[in-house]
């Protein structure tokens, strides 16, 4: 059925991100497909426009982070280790995962969400992002 799963995630929402686990184990295993895992961290740009110094210590340090997490995540995983693998980018997070869907020719998109509210009606959401413009399946967990 699929032969490669790209899950989104947000390491600072344990539960969304539990919750789309267990769909993305489900159907892993059911289609015995690779499962790759994206963290997308702001722009240090951003952080860091009013400063001359420091921009590259700061995206290390945030690096370093968010791979202890991302680690820490996969390995309560219940998929084989070799199946699964991980990358950390900087960026939005909606063209993020859809230049990495398309970069590891993802077939399927898992992404966790939050319940639609005002301010993600108005100001959109990645999930509903990455929905509209994915060229593969998109599966939306809540």
Do not use: C, W
Not at 50 to 71: C, D, H, P, Q
Not at 100 to 125: C, F, N, W
């Amino acid at each position: 059925m699929y032969k490669s799963i790209l899950v989104p995630v947000d390491i600072e929402e344990d539960i969304l991100t539990q919750n789309a686990l267990r769909h993305v184990e489900y159907l892993a295993k059911m289609s015995d497909a690779d499962v790759h895992f994206l963290y997308v961290l702001p722009d240090a740009q951003a952080f860091v426009t009013a400063y001359s110094f420091g921009i590259k210590e700061f995206e290390n340090k945030a690096v370093t982070y968010a791979e202890e997490r991302i680690r820490e995540l996969i390995q309560g995983v219940d998929l084989p280790a070799e199946r699964m693998s991980y990358t950390i980018r900087f960026g939005t997070p909606r063209d993020e995962a859809l230049q990495q869907a398309d970069e590891m020719g993802a077939d399927l998109i898992i992404v966790g969400s939050h319940r639609p509210s005002v301010k993600t009606y108005l100001l959109g959401s990645n999930a509903a992002g990455i929905v509209r413009h994915a060229k593969v399946n998109v599966m939306v967990i809540r």
